[in-house]
């Protein structure tokens, strides 16, 4: 009797030797969590795989969907478990193939174990044998319309044909806590999500010129922090109101310099956040030469403002590459949704494109941002998916 499970690879942890097995802990942790409601039993890790058994195998598209999303996932296959027994394997196979419609095929043998009496690539052959006597279908290694996979881990068998590749990478919580400015565009979410991909977990921090601005970016925002929830669940967006800070800027410093002074004063109330969190970066969606913001004497001086290293991982990507990653990952059509951004809603004709940090500090030691930014903090919203 052949039970249904699922088998799942992960991606990198192999490469961190000592402390495989803590990062083991929390992919299944994370990989649990990200279940949710749906049926299983229990759920195992060895042999470098993670099993979850006791599933209901007809909602297969359900698992699959949160399945590839789990950080550090490499694939995962749902499989029908058998003793090791090459005999049973055929039944398996062949009870398979008749369910299926294919037009070429190729068997994908993986033998952790090694006590098994044939090499991956005997059963390769054999199995392989069996279904063109069988099908009458023709093998195709380079691109057949079925996989047939076997994989022999201790003593037993998993066969089946339909995997989800996920992202790969880390799992969530292992490197560390970082804050990522969201703005409601289309870069900020995908560096969020190259990040998230690095195993680190997540902090969101917007900033908006609601009532001057009308509350769209807010509401994109929270959209977009669900989205990314689906790799992170249980995320956290803090909203803060910075308009008053925005009038004193205003109405204190030379316009050419508003939108860097606006960004120091973002950086400076995420640096703060991170102190709440021990959180040890930030993460923004800044990308070279794109805006007037993003010349790099311009990211030097925004920078500048910051004790945290800030992490840029779209800086060298083209538009295009971004908007694509975008699409895949489902918040493009949440960031091109109509609404008004906090610094460019201020914006002059001609921002300064080259600022000079002697300038800007002495511009800046006119004011005292202390008080404004503990009123800010007060007034900060949290939003949590
Ligand atoms: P995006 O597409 O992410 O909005 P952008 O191309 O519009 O980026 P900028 O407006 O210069 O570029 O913003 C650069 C980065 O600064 C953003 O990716 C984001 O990380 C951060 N940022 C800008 N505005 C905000 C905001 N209102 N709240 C939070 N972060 C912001
Ligand atoms: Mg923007």
Redesign the pocket.
């Given at each position: 009797m052949s039970q249904y499970c699922i088998l799942i690879h992960y991606h990198e942890l192999a490469l961190k030797k000592d402390n495989k097995s803590w990062f083991e802990k929390i992919f299944q942790k994370n990989v649990r969590q990200h279940l949710g409601s749906l049926p299983f039993k229990n759920i195992n890790t060895y042999a470098s795989r993670v099993f979850i058994y006791g599933i209901d195998d007809k909602k297969w598209d359900l698992y699959k969907n949160k399945l590839k999303n789990v950080m550090g996932l490499k694939n995962a296959t749902l499989m029908q478990k058998i003793d090791a027994d090459l005999e049973k394997i055929k039944l398996i196979a062949k009870e398979l193939i008749n369910n299926i419609k294919f037009d070429s095929f190729r068997i994908t043998t993986k033998r952790q174990d090694k006590s098994f009496k044939f090499t991956s690539h005997e059963i390769n052959q054999i199995i392989g044998t069996e279904v063109q006597a069988i099908s009458k279908k023709s093998v195709s290694l380079k691109n057949p319309s079925l996989n047939l996979i076997i994989e022999i881990v201790r003593g037993q068998a998993f066969t089946g044909y339909d995997k989800v590749e996920g992202y790969g990478g880390l799992p969530n919580g292992t490197c560390e806590t970082a804050i990522?400015?969201?703005?409601?565009?289309?870069?900020?979410?995908?560096?969020s999500f190259q990040i998230l991909k690095r195993g680190v977990k997540i902090i969101y921090?917007?900033?908006?010129s609601a009532p001057a601005t009308n509350k769209q970016?807010i509401d994109n925002?929270k959209q977009i922090t669900e989205v990314l929830s689906k790799f992170q669940p249980n995320s956290t967006l803090y909203i803060?109101p910075i308009l008053n800070l925005q009038k004193i800027i205003m109405d204190k410093i030379n316009d050419k310099f508003w939108m860097i002074m606006f960004?120091r004063a973002?950086i400076k109330l995420s640096c703060m956040l991170a102190d709440e969190h021990k959180a040890k970066a930030l993460?923004?969606?800044?990308?070279i030469g794109?805006?007037s913001?993003?010349t790099l004497s311009n990211i030097h001086a925004i920078s500048s403002s910051s004790n945290l290293p800030i992490l840029r991982p779209?800086a060298g990507h083209t538009k295009e590459e971004?908007i694509n990653l975008a699409n895949e990952i489902g918040t493009y059509e949440y960031?091109i949704a109509p609404h008004q951004?906090?610094?460019?809603f201020f914006l002059p004709l001609h921002p300064e494109l080259k600022a000079d940090m002697i300038q800007i500090e002495r511009m800046e030691s006119k004011i005292n941002f202390d008080n404004i930014y503990e009123e800010i903090i007060l007034k900060r919203e949290v939003y949590k998916t």
């Open positions: 990522s400015l969201l703005s409601s565009g289309i870069d900020s979410p995908v560096a921090a917007h900033f908006h970016s925002c803060y960004r973002m993460i923004t969606g800044e990308n794109q805006v913001s993003q779209l971004i960031s951004d906090c610094c460019s």
